[in-house]
């Protein structure tokens, strides 16, 4: 907006007018630069010094628009077991958007460490989470669970 309004500007101007550092100033000039949406009219010291003009006002490709990163498997596994506290094996499929294989071995792991526990149901199997250790997920190993949060190591425990 503020560039099509401008008509003509520098890069200090850019940098202040959409309340952003110098650096990223100087980057958004050279992707509309090379996309041919402005154009250099006077040289300057620097690209903050140098004056600009509006060539074309058409929007900017959409590859400069910013995609989200979406978190890992074991990441959106553990955020469905912390939203919801009880859950069964297809919820934490479905909303983890995880196949059976890793949602089963996950889930196994908590379970053998006791940070969830599994109830019998007649509708089925229940999972209840019982200890969150925090935003991170627990990294699985052979011997048990380490918290990334506190470093504590949740070993598996016998029998399960």
């Not at 019998?120 to 019982?130: A, E, I, S, W």
Request: charged letters at 25%; hydrophobic letters at 35%.
């Amino acid at each position: 907006m503020y560039i099509s309004k401008a008509k003509v500007f520098t890069g200090r101007q850019l940098a202040s007018a959409l309340d952003i550092n110098g650096q990223r100033a100087r980057n958004l000039i050279d992707f509309f630069l090379a996309h041919q949406h402005i154009r250099r009219i006077e040289q300057g010291e620097n690209k903050m010094m140098a004056k600009y003009r509006v060539v074309r006002n058409a929007p900017p490709p959409l590859t400069y628009v910013k995609k989200m990163r979406r978190p890992k498997l074991y990441q959106r596994l553990w955020n469905v077991c912390r939203i919801n506290k009880r859950f069964t094996l297809y919820d934490l499929r479905s909303l983890g958007d995880a196949g059976v294989t890793n949602t089963t071995a996950y889930l196994r792991a908590l379970v053998r460490t006791g940070l969830v526990r599994q109830y019998d149901t007649p509708d089925g199997k229940v999972y209840r989470l019982m200890i969150d250790l925090g935003p991170k997920h627990p990294v699985r190993s052979n011997a048990g669970l380490t918290c990334q949060n506190t470093g504590t190591f949740y070993p598996y425990l016998e029998g399960r």
